[in-house]
């Protein structure tokens, strides 16, 4: 049976996915962990909590506690550039982590699972380079900096996501929808905007789920 682990940072962000499924509560601590079932597919929903740090430690404790073969990062994510519009539905092809530099490597760039961004984009998501960092593009000078090394949406977990994922050789999929676009009152937007888009953002990761 595919196990399909699902990461999501905030219980708030949770919500749509646990009202379209029939679900059951098995953990609170160290996560809360729910666990559903769709067309034979184990899911296992887990809140990680907020960065990078969390969604990280939060995939691994999926691969090892539950054995899932797929994870699934779903949630918000900011839009940087202006073509980008406030709940749009997109999948990253690619993740920079542009808080993070080494000097031998860089900035980190993540690229994701072909076969599954051919899935996403049969079923109408727009791809897209997605910016990570523990922080927010909370300034116009911000937002101008990644729109120019081409990054529109930004979010503070899916590098670490991914990052595990690689080093489990497990692949990924990540489903964003857009919930703000302001860099001053981003806050206002999100509160705003992450209830009524959700559901429609479960709808379609059960869609791409059941497509699997």
């Given at each position: 049976m595919e196990r399909i682990g699902i990461?999501?940072?905030?219980k708030r962000e949770?919500?749509?996915l646990l009202e379209l499924l029939t679900h059951n509560q098995i953990l609170e601590r160290p996560y809360p962990v729910y666990q559903s079932n769709l067309n034979n597919i184990n899911i296992f929903i887990a809140i990680s909590g907020l960065g990078k740090s969390y969604a990280s430690a939060c995939t691994q404790f999926l691969i090892d506690k539950y054995n899932v073969n797929l994870i699934v990062n779903t949630g918000s994510c900011?839009?940087?550039?202006?073509?980008?519009?406030i709940g749009e539905i997109v999948c990253p092809h690619s993740v920079i982590e542009y808080d993070f530099k080494s000097i031998?490597?860089?900035?980190?760039i993540y690229t994701l699972n072909k076969d599954l961004l051919d899935i996403a984009t049969k079923l109408g998501l727009k791809t897209v380079l997605l910016g990570s960092a523990d922080s927010n593009a909370?300034?116009?000078e911000k937002k101008e900096y990644l729109h120019k090394i081409g990054i529109e949406v930004a979010d503070?977990?899916?590098a670490g996501i991914l990052k595990t994922s690689i080093k489990n050789n497990i692949p990924a999929l990540i489903l964003k929808?857009?919930?703000?676009?302001?860099s001053t009152n981003f806050v206002e937007e999100f509160l705003q905007n992450v209830k009524k888009l959700n559901?429609?953002?479960a709808e379609k990761t059960l869609e791409i789920i059941s497509a699997l």
């Open positions: 990461v999501i940072a905030l949770s919500k749509g900011g839009g940087v550039c202006p073509k980008i519009k031998k490597l860089g900035t980190p909370d300034t116009e503070w977990e899916s929808t857009v919930t703000d676009t302001s559901k429609v953002l």
